[in-house]
């Protein structure tokens, strides 16, 4: 391996991107643990109370069951509309395909209110608003988009032949599918599955438009706490946030490598 | 319907192409082939690249759907087969090895298909791998073996499953030299061997005509011909095949009866012809003499060195007659060094190594 040599004027202005991106979530940690009432920097005496108080909290407790059962939900579905859309897109290469590509990533570059306000005058009159189904709806136009981009590179990454080779050595389409392609796509899939899961758990925009009183998810707790209170509450659920993310990405990056997965590479 | 076909087809034909046809949207890639594969031989289909040879191997293998025509193997009618139904045998270009299964997995994986019992799996693998001298690699994955080790595992992979025909698509463009030259030797040894008929794409003639049986040879998605190696280079059915099939020099003449004036001289055709033509004589054919040195019964021009280019075994000389460039290739010997350029020579050659073919266009 050969390493890149960097100029210090750009290794310098590297880090100094990486604390104003890192420095505000690092501050959490320190707060999370505070002992005292209010959210104040640096905290003046220490506890794991608030850590305890999470468990406490049905509202928070509600929400983040609902959260779990509906990222769990969203990734499923997800990976049910991925894998086949990528497929056409990718392999049969029909005309429309470049199209639908487009179509399907289309969410990703619209600012999220702009699709929240649409999805509420469209759910509205379907009765969709204030319902699990409505919120899970929601969340699958922005996971859709990332699923068929993972799962598409990944996709594109795997050579046609390898396919047809299985299919001249006797190997039914179906065969070919569950014994040569899905193999050679796992780790994309898994990280479209991770990526899917991490987007449906932390969103708030969207979720702001189609909770109600029966559903809410767990940023949406999160965030009707901080209108009312400003405990280190807060603090403490966002470094336990902070922990399932970085869990994530290191299954992903165990199993499959990150910068392979992404890229679509095997 | 198909048993009527197979009586039309080649005696003995156990592959047969019939008016195959392949339109890609309004492109024509392959337009009315039709060829007979006799059972046990080894044929290559050559032409030069986007020729349509690897569409034609495709629609034998049911890769690629035929337009219109059918293929046939053993007199039965396979043109609207799957893939896996057709029990063939492909080595692709790329290899096409499974990246994530060992060498053994990949080899086992045909037979696997099959539903063949374990132990005759393990036993036909083993026998596979040493077939092609692969012992020692069975638990490599494909990407940590060389380029000709693929190359191997793929064709191992393909004659495990003891295909009726075996297809191959340019399998040795991706390998260097001399390994190419190897493993000509050892395809066309293992083909022999088996006595398994197969179908060899390339667009390298010296390949072609050095493995084959039968050399069918496509241009622009034709068959311009088919014969043995000696037929079509000594026999080609047009300056297509005389130029893409080895080198010739190509010259334009004017015919009556079997002379032929090419610029200033007279030049004998083995048979007459009338009109503008286009005689060709292949350089090695060529023998350099003095200017004054006589070739009783030979044709014989004039000319003078203009270029010298020594390869080694060869020397290939581009000589000036009367404002054409002639080329001319001799043998090299350590007692003898090459020519220099601006030396006047004659050139002569056999009457029967003239080609000739009237003019195109
Ligand atoms: N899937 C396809 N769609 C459109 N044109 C194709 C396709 N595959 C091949 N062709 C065209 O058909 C011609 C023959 O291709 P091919 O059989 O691959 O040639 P060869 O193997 O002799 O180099 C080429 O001009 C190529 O561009
Ligand atoms: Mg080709």
Redesign the pocket.
């Known amino acids: 391996m050969e390493e890149a040599r960097t100029s210090w004027p750009l290794k310098i202005l590297v880090l100094l991107l990486f604390a104003f991106l890192l420095v505000p979530v690092l501050v959490v940690i320190p707060l999370s643990f505070s002992g005292e009432n209010t959210l104040r920097f640096p905290p003046t005496s220490w506890s794991l109370r608030w850590y305890g108080a999470i468990f406490q909290n049905q509202r928070i407790m509600s929400g983040f069951r609902i959260s779990a059962t509906l990222a769990t939900l969203v990734t499923i579905l997800t990976l049910a509309i991925t894998l086949p859309a990528a497929y056409v897109i990718v392999r049969l290469r029909t005309r429309g395909s470049e199209f639908l590509y487009n179509v399907f990533t289309a969410p990703l570059l619209l600012p999220t209110i702009v699709l929240g306000l649409a999805i509420l005058i469209i759910f509205a009159p379907l009765g969709l608003l204030g319902t699990f189904t409505g919120i899970a709806l929601g969340h699958l136009v922005l996971t859709v988009p990332y699923g068929i981009r993972v799962t598409a590179t990944a996709l594109a990454g795997l050579a046609v032949p390898v396919e047809e080779a299985a299919a001249t050595l006797g190997a039914r389409p179906l065969v070919v599918f569950t014994r040569i392609t899905l193999p050679l796509i796992a780790p994309g899939l898994l990280s479209a599955a991770a990526l899917s899961f991490l987007v449906s758990f932390d969103e708030l925009v969207i979720t702001l438009f189609l909770a109600g009183p029966r559903v809410s998810t767990l940023p949406f707790e999160m965030f009707r706490h901080l209108e009312t209170r400003s405990d280190p509450l807060i603090a403490a659920i966002a470094v336990l946030m902070i922990a399932l993310t970085l869990g994530a990405v290191m299954i992903v990056h165990r199993t499959v490598g990150l910068s392979k997965s992404f890229a679509g590479g095997r | 319907m198909a048993t009527a076909q197979s009586a039309a087809a080649g005696d003995g034909a156990f592959l047969s192409l019939r008016g195959l046809r392949k339109v890609?949207?309004d492109?024509v890639?392959?337009e009315n082939l039709h060829l007979d594969v006799p059972k046990g031989e080894l044929i290559a289909l050559l032409?030069?690249?986007?020729?349509?040879?690897?569409?034609?191997l495709?629609m034998i293998a049911g890769l690629a759907s035929a337009t219109a025509g059918h293929v046939m193997v053993g007199g039965r009618d396979i043109t609207s087969a799957p893939p896996y139904d057709r029990d063939m045998g492909v080595v692709f270009q790329s290899y096409a090895l499974f990246p994530h299964m060992t060498v053994a997995k990949n080899i086992a994986f045909g037979l696997q298909m099959r539903k063949v019992p374990r132990a005759e799996i393990d036993r036909r693998v083993a026998e596979a791998i040493s077939l092609v001298r692969l012992n020692g690699m069975e638990e490599r994955r494909p990407r940590e073996l060389s380029g000709g080790q693929q190359q191997r595992v793929a064709l191992a992979r393909a004659l495990v499953i003891r295909p009726s025909i075996l297809l191959f698509?340019e399998p040795l463009s991706n390998l260097d030299a001399k390994l190419r030259d190897e493993m000509r030797t050892e395809i066309r040894d293992i083909q022999q061997r088996l006595g398994i008929t197969a179908v060899f794409?390339t667009?390298d003639q010296s390949e072609a005509l050095a493995m084959c049986d039968k050399v069918a040879v496509?241009n622009a998605?034709r068959l311009e011909q088919f014969g043995s190696p000696i037929e079509l280079y000594e026999h080609p059915a047009n300056p297509f095949v005389a130029s893409f099939v080895g080198r010739v020099n190509r010259l334009p003449g004017t015919a009556a009866g079997t002379t032929v004036k090419v610029g200033a001289h007279d030049v004998i055709l083995p048979k007459p012809m009338t009109g503008a033509v286009e005689v060709m004589v292949r350089p090695h054919r060529i023998a350099l003499g003095g200017p004054s040195d006589t070739a009783p019964g030979a044709n014989r021009v004039t000319g003078t060195i203009s270029q010298v280019a020594y390869a080694g075994d060869l020397v290939q000389y581009g000589i000036d007659v009367g404002g054409t460039r002639w080329f001319v290739e001799q043998q090299t010997t350590a007692a003898r060094p090459p020519e220099v350029p601006g030396t006047p020579v004659s050139l002569s050659w056999r009457v029967e190594d003239t080609l000739a073919f009237p003019a195109q266009g």
Not at chain 2, 47 to 56: D, E, F, L, R
């Open positions: 890609y949207t492109f890639a392959v032409g030069p690249s986007g020729c349509g040879k690897t569409t034609t495709r698509d794409v667009h496509l998605g």
